[in-house]
């Protein structure tokens, strides 16, 4: 019995010249009629066709090279597509040019219809030296790829076979798409969801593309908007996005749209592509030749990283110096004047000893980020993924999980919710694990500190040597995760490259002053609160009486000096040594002095001492605390005015050497995240159990480190 089943409609779609209609031909062979579209004198080619007991009605649309509404022929193709909804759309593609052929395969994804691709002309493409791995292609871009030759008949079956699968749905269909970058993805999301809310338009159009449109400035979907309720309000909203982003990024939406497409395709082929032979390439192309060579690529990004904390230790040290100084004024002016009491001693060493010394690294915070910004503005940040990327798949990680480990420098909460980006979710959960030895700002100042202190002249290389640490710690650390608890491989993807260009000051200066200010805020809030409580928990209770007389010890010792039984130097050092004393015995009673000590067993090992212990744990609140906290506790201690920095105190304290700086900067490095970031990091891993693994192991990893830098160091007769 012979029953009517409705045939699949196909549609034929790609450039100009990528050999669509040889494929028409061959596959519909006589069974053609040609037509008009209605309306306009663009011919319109038909066939029919019967693979495996299946009709197919196979359309020949016209060749365009986008689907924007320039031409005749691209609202014809995207009209047919949008409004026809074939059962599938052939995306014929000239492999011999497939850069620019892929661009208009990223505006059909954008459509969400099923889509194949017909890697045509590979035979060219072959000849020329350009050899696609069209399974990796397939898979970066979420599709079905089959190679064919038109002239040649080749790959007709495999092509008619992707048809009837992708109709039946055999692989699934998830198409990956375009990411505009964080501002254009912000206007896009909020004139989506507007045009979304009005429930009117015409089915077969998607929120998301129409707003996409709009920003692009498409005439055509203007004029389908324009018959909305709320056209009014949709147009104003499309019109302030477009004027914001070009004042952030500097350029026509049009223009960032292109460019992010492009970015994509050249990630996809930087990826599936090979070329054997002699190529053209444009000035990308040509930088990136350099920059992501798989041999020069990590030396070149190691360097920069190194150029970078260079950068922000050079000429971040006069600023800070400034402020280092307009901070001692203060003090001294505010010792002088207020009466001396507990309430003084709460403004002078409890908020400006710690607050006072967080914002001493402004400068070098704000010159971090604005280092950071430019990389991510000319286009290099997506490059240092690149290459980390190869790094990342050996260690069994997505090179997708570099970008939240990129975002984690600067923080580490941003971070964890960056690491939504991966699908898998135990790529997520390593990829949060590690994320935490990405050091982040806050943690800046505390090297800052301890470097300053004891590596004046070497402080970059010092701080580098840290954050490389942190970089390789977390490749390990992901390694053996993968083995032990999260095993299995991630898929491949797409590192957009978008092409390099020069950044607007503009944005510069919004991506430094956005970060720098979250610092600030940071530091007159949670800083500030917590240093009132260090401040509390080391004066209180107060010591009245002390185990020696240091004022008549000191007094001795000058008068030594005077009659000649001592030098100068020694007389000082004999000083320093009471004042020292005098100021452990003030605090090693408080409440924070005993909590100290109380951990000093577990923490003597490493080479610290109860002081870097409670710094350590005040280091839980946010890791800047650190370093207020080693204020407050030199501000509490010291007894007479003496304006000498936190630096100076530190260097010339005989219970520290340079090993167990080194030792102390380690454990900052990797133990921790602090409060908020642990916060985030329960909700976007969802599980107390990830929570309380992250904890205990960066911790215990952190003293095994600090352990073996100390004892080590001790053993090679560094200490
Ligand atoms: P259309 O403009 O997309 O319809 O392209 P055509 O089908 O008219 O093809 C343009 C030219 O490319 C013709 O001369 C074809 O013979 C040739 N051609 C088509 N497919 C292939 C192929 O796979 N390899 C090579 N070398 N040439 C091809
Ligand atoms: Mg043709």
């Not at 990956?176 to 507007?194: A, D, I, Q």
């Not at 602090?674 to 916060?679: H, I, P």
């Amino acid at each position: 019995m012979q029953f009517e089943k409705k045939p699949l409609i196909v549609a034929l779609a790609g450039n100009p010249n990528s050999g669509k209609t040889t494929l028409f031909n061959n596959l519909t062979g006589s069974n053609q009629h040609v037509g008009n579209y209605p309306g306009v004198t663009v011919e319109k080619k038909e066939g029919i066709l019967n693979f495996k007991g299946h009709q197919i009605k196979l359309i020949d649309l016209p060749g365009t090279y986008s689907l924007s509404a320039y031409s005749i022929e691209e609202v014809i193709t995207r009209n047919f597509i949008i409004e026809e909804r074939p059962d599938v759309v052939v995306n014929i593609v000239d492999a011999s040019n497939i850069e620019r052929n892929l661009y208009m395969t990223t505006q059909l994804l954008e459509l969400r219809v099923p889509v194949i691709i017909a890697l045509n002309m590979s035979d060219m493409a072959q000849n020329r030296g350009i050899i696609t791995d069209e399974k990796l292609l397939g898979h970066l871009l979420g599709v079905t790829v089959v190679s064919t030759v038109g002239h040649k008949r080749k790959g007709m079956d495999d092509l008619l076979q992707a048809m009837l699968d992708t109709v039946n749905n055999v692989h699934g269909f998830n198409p990956s798409s375009v990411n505009y970058g964080k501002e254009f993805e912000e206007e896009l999301g909020r004139l989506t969801e507007t045009i979304d809310q009005t429930k009117q338009l015409p089915k077969d159009y998607l929120p998301r593309w129409i707003a996409l449109k709009l920003l692009e400035e498409d005439h055509e979907v203007d004029k389908l908007v324009r018959d909305l309720d709320s056209s009014e309000q949709i147009f104003v909203l499309a019109e302030e996005g477009r004027e914001r982003i070009k004042k952030i990024l500097g350029e026509d939406p049009s223009q960032v749209i292109s460019d992010c497409r492009y970015g994509f395709i050249s990630g996809a082929c930087s990826e599936a592509i090979r070329l054997v032979g002699e190529h053209r390439h444009d000035i990308s192309d040509k930088i990136d030749l350099a920059l992501i060579h798989p041999v020069l690529g990590l030396p070149i990004f190691g360097f920069l990283m190194w150029l970078m904390f260079n950068l922000t230790f050079t000429f971040g040290e006069k600023p800070m110096e400034w402020i280092e100084a307009g901070i001692g004024m203060l003090t001294d002016f505010l010792t002088a004047n207020l009466p001396a009491g507990m309430l003084t001693s709460l403004i002078v060493d409890g908020i400006i000893g710690g607050v006072g010394g967080v914002l001493v690294f402004l400068p070098n915070i704000v010159l971090l980020f604005l280092v950071i910004a430019l990389l991510e503005d000319t286009g290099y940040m997506a490059r240092a993924a690149f290459v980390m990327d190869r790094v990342m798949h050996k260690i069994g990680l997505h090179g997708k999980s570099f970008i939240p480990m990129l975002i984690g420098f600067g923080c580490s909460v941003p971070a964890y919710m960056g690491s939504r980006i991966l699908e898998d979710k135990t790529d997520r959960l390593v990829t949060l694990h590690i994320t935490t030895f990405m050091s982040c700002g806050a943690r800046l100042p505390v090297y800052i500190l301890i470097c300053g202190a004891f590596w004046p002249d070497k402080a970059g290389n010092v701080v580098f040597s840290i954050y490389a640490l942190g970089i390789l710690t977390a490749v390990l650390v992901a390694r053996v995760l993968r083995q032990v608890r999260f095993r299995g491989m991630s898929a491949p993807f797409i590192m957009e490259l978008p092409p390099y260009r020069i950044p607007t000051l503009r944005s510069l200066i919004i991506h430094m002053w956005e970060r720098s200010w979250l610092y600030l805020r940071k530091a007159g809030t949670i800083i500030l609160g917590i240093s009132v409580i260090m401040w509390f928990l080391m004066t209180f209770p107060q010591k009245q009486i002390f185990d020696r007389d240091y004022d008549g010890l000191i007094k001795a010792a000058s008068t030594a000096q005077i009659q000649g039984e001592i030098t100068a130097e020694e007389m000082e050092a004999q000083i320093l040594d009471y004042e020292n004393a005098r100021s452990a015995e003030k605090i090693r009673d408080s409440f924070a002095g005993r909590l100290g000590h109380f951990i000093e067993p577990v923490i003597k090992p490493l080479g610290f001492d109860w002081r870097l212990g409670i710094a350590i744990i005040s280091g839980f609140a946010a890791k800047e605390v650190v370093v207020s906290t080693m204020g407050t506790i030199y501000g509490v201690g010291e007894t007479d005015e003496d304006s000498s920095t936190l630096r100076n105190s530190l260097s010339a304290d005989p219970h520290y050497s340079k090993l167990i700086a080194y030792a102390f900067l380690v454990f900052v490095l990797l133990y921790v995240p602090c409060m908020a970031a642990m916060t985030v990091f329960l909700h976007e891993s969802g599980s107390w159990k990830e929570l309380a693994f992250q904890v205990i192991y960066t911790t215990g990893l952190a003293w095994l480190m600090a352990f073996i830098v100390y004892q080590g160091g001790r053993l090679l007769g560094l200490d």
